[in-house]
C-alpha cells in the first residue's frame, strides 16, 4: 500500500499552488464565468510557476515530477475555479501527454518544451459527434496523399482547441477495421482546411474554450503521426486511463470548494434562534460533504501513487474517478440545500460550483463507462 502522507515537496507544492489559487485565481472566477471568457492572465500565472510542465521530464523542459504532484495542483486549481482548472490538465494530462510519452525524439524536442513552459497550449482531439464513449466509432479519416497525411471530419467538444498551439487528433486510416486503424497525429494551429468553432452556452465550467473542429483536406506532413500506425486507439485508451487521475482530483477540488461554502454559510445563517450549524440535520449534511471529499481525496491519491510506482493502477483510476465525481455532485447538491434559497442565485458561490460539477460524472468517461471497467477488472479477479 502506498504511502499517501503528503512530503515536505508535496506540502510546499500544495501552498505554493493555493496561495496563487486564492490571490489571482478565485478573485476573477465568477466574472469569467459570466462572461464565458478564457483567462489568459490564469494560464500564465500558471506557467510563471512551472505547473504547465509539472510531471514533464525536465531534459524537455518541465518542472518534473509525477501524478501525485499533478494531482495536487489540479485539485488546488479546481478549487479555486474549476475552468483553470480543466484548462490545465486537458494541457498536461491529454494533449502533451501524449506527445510526451509517444512521440519519437525529434517530436519531443520540438513540441514538448514550448509545451512545458506554456509558451503554447495543447489540446486533445478525440470525441466527436457520433463517438463520445464509444471512441472506436470515429468516423475522421487520414488519408496518404503526396507524401502528406489528409485529414477530413469533425470533432466537438474538444477543449483548448481555440486557444492551443498544438493539437493531438485521432484519425482513422481504415475505417474497415474499426479501430485497429486509428492513428494519432499532431497538428499545429493554423492549419489549412482547419476550422475551429466556439461551442457555446455551456452549463458550467464556462469560462474554459470548448470547440469543434472540422477537417476538410487539412494537410499535414507525414512526420506529424504520433508513434506506429494502427496504434492510435491505444494511445488514446492508455492517456485516458492516466487522466482520469487528474479528473478524479479535479472533483475533489470541486467537492473541497462545496464543503469550504457550506461550512462557512452554516456558520453566518441563523434560522429558529440558531445558527445554521448548530443544527443536527445540517451537522450531518457537513460530515457526509466531509467525509465524500475525504474518501475521493485518498483513492486519487492512491490511483496516482501507483501510477507513478509503475504498478497497476486502472481499476484504481477509474474507482478514483468514479467515487471522486460522484461524490462532488453530491457535495455540491447537499451544500446547495444547505444555502437554501439564495444558492440558486449567481451571488452565491455555490451556484457556480453545483453548474461546474454536474459534468464530471460524463467527460473523461461516464460513471457508467467506469463500473464498466471495474465490472471488468472484478470478474476477472474472482473467476467461477
Not at 471522486?324 to 455555490?350: L, P, T, V
Request: aromatic share 6%; glycine share 10%; proline share 2%.
Amino acid at each position: 500500500m502506498p504511502d499517501l502522507t503528503l512530503t515536505e515537496e508535496e506540502k510546499m507544492l500544495q501552498n505554493l499552488v493555493r496561495d496563487f489559487a486564492e490571490r489571482e485565481v478565485m478573485p476573477r472566477a465568477a466574472e469569467l464565468d459570466e462572461k464565458a471568457e478564457f483567462s489568459h492572465e490564469n494560464w500564465r500565472g500558471m506557467a510563471q510557476l512551472g505547473l504547465t510542465g509539472i510531471g514533464v521530464d525536465p531534459a524537455y523542459g518541465g518542472s518534473g515530477g509525477g501524478f501525485r504532484q499533478s494531482s495536487i495542483v489540479i485539485e488546488e486549481m479546481a478549487r479555486a475555479d474549476v475552468a483553470a482548472s480543466v484548462t490545465l490538465a486537458a494541457h498536461l494530462g491529454l494533449g502533451l501527454e501524449t506527445i510526451a510519452r509517444f512521440g519519437n525524439e525529434e517530436q519531443k524536442q520540438q513540441y514538448v518544451p514550448s509545451l512545458a513552459s506554456g509558451k503554447g497550449i495543447a489540446a486533445w482531439a478525440l470525441t466527436e459527434p457520433g463517438s463520445g464513449s464509444d471512441a472506436a466509432a470515429m468516423q475522421t479519416t487520414a488519408t496518404r496523399r503526396n507524401g502528406s497525411w489528409v485529414l477530413n471530419g469533425s470533432k466537438q467538444f474538444i477543449t483548448n482547441a481555440e486557444v492551443a498551439e498544438t493539437l493531438v487528433v485521432f484519425a482513422n486510416q481504415d475505417r474497415s477495421i474499426g479501430y485497429r486503424g486509428v492513428c494519432a497525429f499532431i497538428v499545429p494551429a493554423g492549419t489549412a482546411g482547419m476550422q475551429i468553432n466556439s461551442q457555446h452556452n455551456k452549463m458550467g465550467i464556462r469560462a474554459s474554450s470548448t470547440c469543434e473542429i472540422v477537417f476538410d483536406d487539412a494537410e499535414i506532413p507525414a512526420e506529424n503521426i504520433i508513434g506506429e500506425e494502427g496504434m492510435g486507439f491505444r494511445y488514446a485508451m492508455d492517456i485516458l486511463d492516466s487522466s482520469r487521475i487528474s479528473i478524479a482530483a479535479q472533483c475533489v477540488g470541486i467537492g473541497q470548494a462545496a464543503l469550504e461554502e457550506a461550512v462557512r454559510y452554516a456558520q453566518l445563517r441563523e434560522t429558529f434562534g440558531r445558527k445554521l450549524a448548530q443544527h443536527q440535520a445540517i451537522q450531518f449534511k457537513l460530515a457526509d460533504i466531509a467525509t465524500g471529499v475525504h474518501s475521493a481525496r485518498i483513492a486519487t491519491m492512491h490511483a496516482a501513487s501507483l501510477r507513478d510506482q509503475g504498478l497497476p493502477f486502472i481499476n484504481e483510476a477509474s474507482m478514483a474517478k468514479l467515487i471522486a465525481s460522484e461524490n462532488c455532485n453530491k457535495a455540491a447538491y447537499e451544500a446547495m440545500q444547505i444555502h437554501g434559497g439564495i444558492g440558486i442565485f449567481k451571488e452565491s458561490r455555490i451556484e457556480r460550483i453545483f453548474r461546474d460539477a454536474r459534468v464530471t460524472t460524463i467527460y473523461e468517461g461516464t460513471s457508467e463507462v467506469q463500473r464498466m471497467i471495474i465490472a471488468r477488472q472484478v470478474l476477472g479477479q474472482y473467476p467461477v
